[in-house]
């Protein structure tokens, strides 16, 4: 599906992350693999270091940590903000809703309009979705999207396949009407057929957690698991990513008429270095034009991967508009992009949660 929306901008960018890092070096003795053969994994990947919330920190204190920061720097007036989107596969509760629950734990006005999505590497982008109609509504002035995840909580520390990669922390990105009318050019798809290529087995209403479940096993490839953790079909997602991203980019390209040389980046999910590269090979876009270091410094953190990439690499490099792509792909399995002018962004900032101080009884 293609559609469309004219003069809307983001005009600040938070990322916030947790103080632990994890070295993938350290790690490599709790693997059932060689240690040879994870180096050459280690480099193949783009495995370095990951950031790792404690056990206690709920993906909301990251949210409100960054709420908290943004308003005491008078970055952002909290009576401001007219609606919180807020995007995790972790949720404080099933009920209720996490999003009030910020918007009490920070003092977000009682006129506002709160809502959970359950999305994952396509989250960034569904986000950008619903407040670009939300602000098509002329009483919505501004709206908060709040990524965030804790799944490090859900990959079992010996699992190579996942663990090395798993990141946590968040990210909240203020949407707002923009005096310039350019048009952003949006594409979405959704293969439910593939749905549980990444998913939790146990813990829902369909197969709720037990003591059997949380028992490991090791699968056919030598990864240490239970059914209470995250697992991934890495095969499957990559062959996913390979065949239908570039049709997804080709669809906006042609749709926004914007030759493909004429992006300034393409500012895409990071599952891991290897993934991206190959991408931006099989687009032939230049790599420098693809980032791919944000797994290699944090880890993937699911839908934070996107601001996160914004904060970490675009900086010093927002003195004028940028055309960019934006694009998710990953859990659901769901497919997202944008093409739209990325208009300078006076704030974009990565800080660190102070763990000691989040409220794991909340």
């Given at each position: 599906?293609?559609?469309?929306?004219?003069?809307?901008?983001?005009?600040?960018?938070?990322?916030?992350?947790?103080?632990?890092?994890?070295?993938?070096?350290?790690?490599?003795?709790?693997?059932?693999?060689?240690?040879?053969?994870s180096k050459i994994l280690k480099e193949l990947m783009g495995y370095e270091k990951h950031r790792i919330a404690s056990p206690n920190t709920l993906a909301s204190d990251f949210i409100i940590a960054g709420f908290q920061h943004l308003f005491s720097q008078n970055i952002v007036e909290?009576?401001?903000?007219?609606?919180?989107?807020?995007?995790?596969?972790?949720?404080?509760?099933?009920?209720?809703?996490?999003?009030?629950?910020?918007?009490?734990?920070?003092?977000?006005?009682?006129?506002?309009?709160?809502?959970?999505?359950?999305?994952?590497?396509?989250?960034?982008?569904?986000?950008?979705?619903?407040?670009?109609?939300?602000?098509?509504?002329?009483?919505?002035?501004?709206?908060?999207?709040?990524?965030?995840?804790?799944?490090?909580?859900?990959?079992?520390?010996?699992?190579?396949?996942?663990?090395?990669?798993?990141?946590d922390g968040g990210s909240i990105t203020i949407v707002e009407r923009s005096h310039i009318k350019s048009e952003i050019f949006c594409f979405n798809q959704t293969f439910g057929e593939n749905a549980l290529a990444i998913h939790i087995p146990a813990g829902g209403f369909k197969f709720p957690s037990t003591d059997e479940t949380a028992k490991d096993f090791e699968d056919e490839d030598g990864n240490i698991r239970n059914l209470n953790n995250l697992v991934m079909q890495g095969a499957s997602v990559f062959s996913f990513v390979q065949e239908y991203v570039p049709i997804m980019v080709d669809s906006l390209l042609k749709e926004s008429k914007i030759a493909k040389e004429a992006i300034d980046f393409f500012l895409f999910h990071q599952p891991n270095k290897f993934m991206l590269e190959k991408l931006a090979d099989k687009l032939q876009v230049p790599r420098e034009k693809m980032p791919n270091n944000i797994v290699q410094n944090f880890g993937n953190g699911s839908g934070i991967t996107i601001p996160l990439t914004i904060c970490f690499n675009l900086a010093t490099n927002t003195e004028k508009s940028l055309k960019v792509c934006f694009g998710g792909f990953g859990v659901g399995l769901t497919l997202a992009g944008i093409v739209m002018d990325l208009e300078k962004i006076p704030h974009l900032q990565i800080i660190t949660l102070k763990e000691q101080n989040a409220s794991p009884a909340r």
């Open positions: 599906m293609n559609f469309n929306f004219f003069g809307k901008k983001i005009s600040s960018i938070i990322t916030i992350l947790p103080e632990n890092e994890s070295f993938f070096d350290d790690e490599i003795n709790n693997y059932n693999f060689p240690p040879k053969k909290k009576d401001t903000i007219d609606v919180l989107i807020y995007i995790t596969q972790s949720p404080d509760y099933l009920v209720p809703q996490t999003s009030t629950i910020i918007q009490q734990e920070v003092g977000l006005k009682k006129d506002i309009l709160c809502f959970d999505l359950n999305q994952g590497c396509a989250g960034f982008i569904h986000g950008l979705f619903q407040a670009f109609f939300m602000l098509e509504n002329p009483r919505i002035q501004k709206v908060a999207i709040a990524n965030t995840d804790v799944l490090s909580h859900k990959v079992n520390p010996k699992d190579r396949n996942s663990y090395p990669l798993v990141g």
